[in-house]
Nanobody, 124 residues
Framework: QVQLVESGGALVQSGESLRLSCAAS????????MTWVRQAPGKEPEWVST????????RYTDSVKGRFTISRDNAKDTVYLQMDNLGPEDTALYYC?????????????????WGQGTQVTVSS
């Protein structure tokens, strides 16, 4: 059974950091591009970041460049999102997703696998 299980979400204050994790199972993780997507209350989902299967190529949406870092550990079938200098604008439900192709989509319909999400809330 395929699973993507996100964790690490929390309530933090502006300027603090969080590291999200997404543990994968049921598929060959090391072959997949992994992506983080977030959805803020009342807003459309937003693509955040993608990492290639080898972990040596990453992409970020402009609003998180320099603050967020995506990484992966293929030995642990886990992808991470290190989030630094968080602000209230980062408050959202964060999802991880996997697909064999690289994409910048925020739609779950475009991904082969999609997690349940972890909540990040940043207070000002």
């Amino acid at each position: 059974q395929v699973q993507l299980v996100e964790s690490g979400g929390a309530l933090v204050q502006s300027g603090e950091s969080l590291r999200l994790s997404c543990a994968a199972s049921g598929f060959v993780f090391s072959r997949y591009f992994m992506t983080w997507v977030r959805q803020a209350p009342g807003k459309e989902p937003e693509w955040v970041s993608t990492i290639n299967p080898g972990g040596d190529n990453t992409r970020y949406t402009d609003s998180v460049k320099g603050r967020f870092t995506i990484s992966r550990d293929n030995a642990k079938d886990t992808v991470y999102l290190q989030m630094d200098n968080l602000g209230p604008e980062d408050t959202a439900l964060y999802y991880c997703a996997g697909d064999l192709s690289r994409m910048r989509s925020a739609s779950p319909h475009d991904y082969r696998y999609w997690g349940q999400g972890t909540q990040v809330t940043v207070s000002s």
